[in-house]
């Protein structure tokens, strides 16, 4: 009675314990949620879009310069590495099959594991040195490096999605290789492929780290990709070290701006990918 | 039709040039990234060798640089994150897979996952505010009167350092360890599972007699991998860690990470040899995480070829 009474409650057990790891594991996403849309809030006015930083105690300062900003960066770095990456993705489907295409699959997520300041570091020196100045420009190109593995390692699962049926199709139809990639298999994955490039947009729309050794940061208006951009992310890093309330409030703000485009991102391209694949990921 | 094949043919060439040659650049990018860095590196490397890594002294001003603190930085936050994460992060991928069925655990799974989508830069904000005055108040109190025995949970709570740290790469590394756990578990093959019950074993003694032993070459990967993001993250570390060069026994007191450093000096380097000492640092992290990168996933390749299916 003894060992059965032990292995029922062991099993009992094991469930509440699995169980309670779950809870434990979703609590700080909604406390973040709820704590930086608590925080968040107060601060969100029309000004905060639309004027550029003022010194601690001016009202009336925002992150208008810091949104362009980081739009301009996710442009280049978007200008960059969405066609690079999507043409080797497309090696990767279609020809990767051999050794040069396992090297670049492992290269590729090595590469995209890489810690992002160290990314940061050999733009740095390959495009910031010779420049001789911190850029917009180079911030984009940072950004481009942790897009691009990225992007090519998934528009590789995308283009593999699709069925070898319509291929055979095509190349029996007469078309060649080229034609059968860009006009059939390509159009039959363009959606996932697009909510693959939405994704690495999102991951890299919060990066902070490589800009603070590429982009710089800016208290003004871009004017040129030749000189140093503000961004949302290191605007709310600088704000949120700094001792004033209002900066840090701020800061709050532009977290919120943050948390927001990139859970949205993240939802819609999940669903219109559950919807495209018909499974649960 | 001769010459239409021709050209048909040339222009398959042409684009299977084309896609290769991007393949390529992917592949040259990491080259260049790895032999640049080297070369930065090269005057620090050739100025205190191998002595760097185990130095103690970080003194910009008299040209003297030991990375020990920023090392020991790293391993302490990065292993307080692991242990946190194991037991939470294998758990949730237990009862997501073999409790939990259809929708509502691939909601919960993406719920996970959503962690992974905020910004590191947010989860310094959120740590700075709402971790860091809790860790102070309640957890390194708790801490210090339950387990002050030991010199890990001795000293002044300041609510910064490499505790706090620890605890939000946790929460930063748990969705890619829940997941690829889950995945792996997912894949075992329901006859061993159905064996275990056929001969007699509770719903509990089966995942640890099958899915367990079955997926743990994979869960190792999983947590390697969740080590390795641990590893090189930046900007929530440098915002809650403290900013402090120094090795202390207390898990209470600020500290500092290699990438912590690299975030925080590198625009104020002033010297050669200072960029180049930083630069040996990000030098250094890159090769552990790559490490780290592909060791996981040989693991999880591996395990997952053995259920047929591809990564």
Excluded: C
Excluded at chain 1, 124 to 141: D, E, T
Excluded at chain 2, 28 to 44: D, E, K, Y
Excluded at chain 2, 193 to 216: D, F, Q
């Amino acid at each position: 009675m003894g060992r059965r009474l032990r292995r029922k409650v062991a099993n009992v057990l094991a469930a509440l314990i699995s169980a309670l790891m779950v809870i434990l594991a979703v609590i700080p996403l909604f406390h973040v949620l709820f704590y930086v849309l608590g925080k968040g809030l107060p601060g969100l006015s029309w000004t905060f879009f639309t004027n550029i930083p003022a010194p601690t105690g001016v009202p009336g300062g925002g992150m208008g310069n810091a949104i362009l900003g980081s739009l301009i960066l996710v442009a280049i770095a978007s200008l960059v590495s969405v066609p690079l990456g999507i043409g080797a993705g497309i090696f990767l489907s279609e020809w990767g099959r051999g050794r040069l295409g396992d090297l670049v699959r492992w290269v590729a997520d090595m590469l995209s594991g890489a810690p992002s300041i160290v990314v940061g570091l050999f733009i740095y020196s390959i495009v910031v040195v010779p420049m001789q100045g911190f850029s917009a420009l180079s911030g984009g190109l940072a950004l481009a490096v942790l897009m691009m593995p990225t992007v090519a390692r998934s528009t590789e699962q995308m283009l593999r999605m699709v069925p070898v049926a319509l291929r055979e199709g095509s190349l029996a139809l007469g078309a060649n290789w080229a034609q059968t990639v860009w006009r059939v298999v390509m159009p039959a994955a363009r959606r996932g492929i697009l909510t693959g490039v939405m994704l690495a947009v999102a991951r890299v729309m919060g990066e902070t780290a490589p800009l603070i050794v590429t982009a710089f940061g800016s208290g003004f208006w871009p004017s040129s990709i030749f000189k140093p951009i503000a961004a949302v992310p290191l605007q709310v890093f600088v704000y949120a070290i700094s001792p004033y309330p209002d900066w840090q409030q701020q800061a709050w703000t532009g977290a919120l701006t943050l948390v927001l485009i990139v859970l949205v991102i993240n939802i819609v391209a999940r669903v219109a990918l559950r919807d495209r694949m018909g499974v649960g990921r | 039709m001769g010459r239409l094949r021709f050209l048909s043919r040339q222009a398959d060439t042409w684009f299977r040039i084309g896609v290769s040659a991007m393949a390529i650049l992917l592949l040259l990018t990491a080259a260049a990234l790895v032999v640049l860095l080297a070369i930065q590196s090269m005057p620090s490397f050739r100025e205190f060798g191998l002595g760097f890594f185990i130095g103690r002294q970080w003194d910009p001003v008299n040209n003297e640089f030991g990375a020990l603190p920023f090392v020991y930085g790293t391993v302490v936050t990065s292993l307080i994150a692991l242990v946190l994460v194991i037991f939470v992060g294998i758990g949730s991928a237990i009862f997501l897979t073999q409790y939990l069925k259809g929708w509502l655990s691939s909601v919960v799974g993406f719920i996970i996952e959503l962690l992974a989508a905020i910004p590191s830069v947010v989860y310094g904000l959120w740590g700075i505010f709402a971790i860091a005055p809790w860790m102070r108040t309640s957890v390194e109190p708790w801490l210090g009167a339950h387990l002050g025995f030991l010199p890990l949970f001795q000293g002044t709570p300041y609510g910064v350092g490499l505790l706090t740290a620890g605890f939000i790469l946790a929460i930063m590394i748990l969705p890619t360890v829940t997941s690829l756990s889950r995945d792996i578990m997912a894949v075992v093959p329901s006859a061993i599972k159905e064996g275990a019950l056929a001969l007699g074993a509770t719903h509990w003694e089966m995942i640890r007699s099958t899915v367990l032993p079955y997926s743990w070459p994979g869960i190792i990967g999983a947590l390697m991998l969740g080590l390795g993001r641990a590893l090189g993250e930046t900007m929530a570390v440098t915002m809650v860690i403290g900013n402090r060069p120094e090795v202390s026994a207390s898990l209470f007191a600020p500290g500092h990470s290699m990438a912590s450093v690299i975030a925080n000096e590198f625009t104020e380097a002033t010297s050669h040899l200072y960029l180049s000492a930083l630069s040996e640092i990000g030098f250094t992290l890159f090769i552990v995480t790559a490490l780290f990168s592909l060791l996981s996933r040989w693991l999880v390749v591996r395990l997952m070829a053995r259920a047929g299916r591809e990564v």
